[in-house]
């Protein structure tokens, strides 16, 4: 689930007092860039990469055909230009540059290309990312059907040609080219088998940088640039150095103390920073939202009327404002604001999720009848960072309060393992979010349909079914196909296939002295823009 997964929401932590005597940093020394993050890179393997941290560190170390530019334009990345696709906007001939080589020193060819998206395709890899190739021609007969790879329309006509046939045409497919089909080195996955990409060692990059002291339990690492990057000479720094800070005051407290040029930071500690640093703080609305994931092979999860029940009960103002206070913004949807617009309107115009106390309580009193229960108790999931602790706390206290007959049971674990327990539909709920790397709300959408790679739910519901069968026919990026998309929104608020509970706000701490650094709607910042 590319880019994607990040089991975190915005830890609550309240600190007055701490910044007042701090002085203005200087700014980074020689060419090296200090960072804390929030998330760890579970994997370089780009076909299996669907957590958030994974998914940064992947702008950094890989290149696709397309890529973007620092403020967020679609360019040639290892394509020689952007292409108009063919034969009626279904084919793409894109040509490669021939300077372009891995970090091992060998070629980039097109078999790298072609090879990566068969791969992620095919059904035995499981992976998660595999339905952003779903409009590649074929995609159903390998997926679906268990059919032979090659039947995909992917083909490399000779060493610097990569072929793509869709089956009809798409108008985000750019946005896939640029943030989604990254190559492999077919030799390397030869060699490593499945250690490809999660070690430092078994991993390569054709991206500006290379990664250095990094495996997946490493909570430091550094990037290095890449020698044998074909623009090495435009990409300022020599190293990044990543440090995995979840707590957000640690996290602005190292940026205080001037080791480490950029933070991403989240929660409260935002009013004593705006106070001291305002000028230093980078906040922007993000492609992410977070909601809560319902086990439909649970007998009481996947009562409508208690998950009804259960979303009235969630005050999103109280939780964005209040116990967040980052930013975040109330989900209307679980499309992200901001990506589309219908009728001049954004997406999300007419969509809401409200707290409603006393509608909350007329649909448990039915889902208790329905279920033949009084008490109804929860489980819910969290991954044990500050920032899910803090997320389900609320949670917690907010659905309790409303809702007394229902108690919620917190289950904190290892980001992995909650990823691992969805994956094995091993839970009853659970709190996600997903981030999308192109501009059409389908992405968001696909989280509860049937076919969708990350409908960890088993939910289905055959209106909603229906609509997105009829989004997957309008080719066009256009309110025809985008009000569809806002049906299966509406449907999804009611029906709760998953419940949306708020839109990420990107908030960082960044030196004035670090230039050209953008952090995007849509993906992440790529810091060989960096000056």
């Known amino acids: 689930m590319n880019k994607k997964i990040v089991i975190g929401a915005v830890a609550v932590i309240a600190v007055a007092g701490i910044y007042a ?46 890529t973007t530019s ?19 906007n279904k084919v793409y001939t894109i040509k490669l540059k ?19 998206v068969k791969r992620q395709v095919n059904p035995v890899t499981k992976s998660t990312r595999a339905n952003h190739f779903k409009d590649i021609a074929g995609y159903d007969a390998v997926y679906n059907n268990k059919e032979n790879v090659n039947k995909l329309g992917i083909s490399a006509p000779d060493k610097y040609t990569v072929k793509i046939e869709l089956s009809h045409p ?49 909570t430091t690492w550094e990037f290095v640039k890449n020698k044998y990057y074909a623009d090495t000479k435009n990409v300022h720094y020599d190293t990044i150095k990543a440090t995995q ?60 009327n208690l998950k009804r029940a259960l979303s009235l009960a969630i005050n999103r103002k109280e939780l964005t404002k209040s116990a967040l206070a980052d930013g975040s913004t ?21 969509l809401s ?36 602790k803090a997320l389900g706390v609320y949670l917690k206290q907010s659905i309790e309060a409303t809702l007394p007959d229902v108690t ?3 289950k904190q674990l290892p980001l992995n393992a909650e990823i691992s327990a969805f994956e094995s539909h091993d839970f009853q709920a659970g709190t996600l979010t997903w981030s999308t790397d192109y501009n059409d709300p389908i992405d968001f959408l696909d989280i509860a349909y049937s076919k969708g790679a990350i409908n960890f739910t088993n939910w289905t519901n055959s209106e909603y079914e229906k609509i997105i069968n009829k989004v997957s026919e309008q080719h066009e990026a256009n309110d025809a196909r985008y009000k569809l998309e806002q049906q299966a929104a509406k449907l999804n608020n009611d029906l709760n296939g998953v419940t949306p509970l708020y839109q990420v706000s990107n908030v960082h701490l960044l030196r004035s002295s670090v230039k050209n650094l953008d952090y995007p709607l849509i993906g992440y910042q790529n810091y060989k823009y960096a000056k």
């Open 170 to 218: 798409v108008p985000y497919f750019n946005f896939i080219l640029a943030n989604q089909l990254y190559p492999i080195n077919s030799d390397k996955l030869k060699e490593y088998g499945s250690k490809y990409g999660q070690t430092a060692k078994t991993s390569v990059s054709n991206g500006a940088y290379t990664i250095k002291k990094w495996n997946q339990s490493s």
């Open 70 to 88: 620092a403020n967020g334009k679609i360019i040639p990345g290892v394509a020689q230009k952007i292409v108009q696709p063919t034969q009626g």
């Open 353 to 388: 999720l409200p707290y409603n106390k006393a509608l909350a309580q007329k649909y448990l009193k039915q889902a208790q009848s329905e279920l033949n229960q009084q008490k109804i108790t929860i489980t819910l999931n969290t991954a044990d960072t500050d920032a899910y």
């Open 408 to 410: 919620i049971n917190l």
């Open 245 to 304: 800070v979840t707590d957000a005051t640690l996290a602005s407290k190292q940026y205080l103390a001037k080791k480490v040029d950029e933070a991403e930071i989240s929660g409260g500690i935002l009013t004593d920073l705006k106070k001291s640093h305002a000028t230093d703080i980078k906040s922007t609305q993000k492609g992410r939202v977070a909601f809560i994931v319902w086990n439909a092979d649970d007998k009481t999860v996947s009562n409508t």
């Open 21 to 66: 005597a701090t002085r203005p940093s200087k700014s980074a020394k020689g060419h090296t860039l200090r960072v804390a993050v929030q998330n760890n890179i579970s994997t370089l393997d780009p076909n299996l990469a669907d957590q958030v941290g994974a998914n940064w560190a992947e702008v950094q170390t890989l290149e696709g055909l397309y």
């Open 330 to 350: 109330p989900a209307k949807s679980i499309v992200p604001s901001g990506e589309v617009k219908v009728d001049g309107k954004d997406f999300n115009a007419n």
């Open 98 to 116: 021939k300077n372009q080589k891995w970090s091992d020193g060998s070629q980039v060819t097109a078999s790298d290309f072609v090879n990566s």
